[in-house]
Structures are given as C-alpha cells and as structure tokens.
C-alpha cells in the first residue's frame, strides 16, 4: 500500500508569490490534515478535511488556504509569500480522523521564501 | 489550553543501551490519545506508539514502550536495545478532539556505536 505522497519535494519562492503545494494520502483514508513545521514554532496545525470539507483550522492567516477534492486528495496554498513562510509543510492522512485516530504523514514539501 | 512539553532538547545513548524521553501534557479533555513520532533527517514522521487516556495498561509496539502516568501527566517514551537507526528527532504529540495534533518541541536522540 503506497504512502502519503507530497509533491513536490522542494520549492524555492520570492516573496509575494502563491505557492500550492499537493498530498495524495493512502489509499481509503478520507481526512487530510497539514502541519507546519519550523525550527522556531514546531509543528502547528493548519487545518484538516474530511469528504471535501474543511472541518478544523488551526490559527493562520487566511492567506493559507486548501481544499480536498472527491478522491481524498488535497491541495494548500499560500499566497502573497512572506520570508516567514518558509518551512517544511508536512501532509497527514488518516481513515477517517476520528479522535485518537493515529496519523500517516508524507515526506513533507521544504519551501524557501527568498 | 492543551499543550505538551518535551525538556530534552538532546539525548545521547550507547547502543544497545535503553533510553527514556520525557513527556508531560496538559489538557482538561477527559479523553485523549498520547502518540509518539519518529522524525529522521529525511523529514517523514514515523508513527512509533499510542496510548488511550482511558488506557490501562501501558502501551508496547517491539523495542518502544510508553511509560504512562496519567496522575502526572506524563507519557514518557522508552526505547529499548537502542540501535544506530534509533537516531533521529523524536516528537511526542497528544490529540484530546478532533483529528488536530498538538504537538512537543521534540527530542533528538544520538546513538552512539
């Protein structure tokens, strides 16, 4: 059974610009959630989806955003990039993210903001 | 507010050796899952452990055991027979609702040979 897959692996971005970054999770898992990890803040929770619906979101500004389509995958974008962006942007999949479900993470997209 | 604390920035054990990372939480959910992640410096997290509040038996998965004192709110992972692989960050993380993880500053472990 194939893992979570993120692509792509590695973005370089300049300030101001969008970025979308994608997660396909395992196969019959129906929840997406992504993290943001940095040296400085750790692993924040950004949001989750579950069946093309945003059900939690964590405190960013709205300049991230996702969506998850009818085959489970999901997209994040940011916008208007700022240096403070950069970061390991880690993907998360579980069966139906139900509490204390255990998460299955990707490999992870590292985005440089220049 | 749920939160999670990890003390030790750093950790070096000799291989073969066991080894204990700290852990402690705070929530005021009754209900709660405790997991623990390996992280190597290729960045995927690797699902080590779990551990249900209303567990009581302290959780094993092979060489990873986790010590759980809910009194305390500690939830300490131990690895035991450490190996070089063994080396990497190792977070701790706890989900009282929903699907969000909240997770500690984590541990890096060295193995040394």
């Known amino acids: 059974k194939a893992g979570v897959t993120q692509t792509p692996r590695y973005l370089i971005k300049t300030r101001g610009q969008q970025v979308t970054l994608s997660c396909s999770p395992i196969s019959g898992h129906r929840s997406v959630s992504w993290y943001q990890q940095t040296p400085g803040q750790g692993l924040q929770f950004l949001f989750e989806?579950?069946?093309?619906?945003?059900?939690n979101k964590g405190n960013f500004p709205g300049r991230f955003s996702g969506r998850q389509f009818s085959n489970s995958r999901s997209e994040m974008n940011v916008s208007t990039l700022e240096l403070g962006d950069s970061a390991l942007y880690l993907c998360?999949?579980?069966?139906?993210?139900?509490?204390?479900?255990?998460?299955?993470f990707g490999s992870g997209t590292q985005l440089s903001v220049l | 507010a749920q939160k999670i604390t990890q003390t030790q920035p750093g950790m070096f054990v000799q291989e073969k050796e066991a080894v204990t990372l700290d852990c402690t939480y705070d929530?005021?959910?009754?209900?709660?899952?405790l997991f623990w992640y390996k992280q190597p410096s290729s960045g995927e997290m690797i699902f080590l452990i779990y551990q249900g509040s209303y567990d009581q038996q302290n959780a094993t998965e092979g060489r990873y055991s986790l010590n759980f004192q809910k009194a305390r709110k500690s939830a300490n992972l131990v690895i035991s027979a450490s190996q070089l692989g063994d080396s990497a960050m190792y977070f701790c993380?706890?989900?009282?609702?929903?699907?969000?993880?909240?997770f500690g500053t984590g541990t890096s472990l060295t193995v040394i040979p």
């Open positions: 998360a999949s579980s069966i139906s993210g139900t509490k204390n479900e255990k998460l299955f």
């Open positions: 929530t005021s959910d009754p209900s709660y899952g």
């Open positions: 993380a706890m989900s009282p609702s929903g699907n969000q993880f909240y």
């Open positions: 989806y579950f069946s093309e619906t945003q059900r």
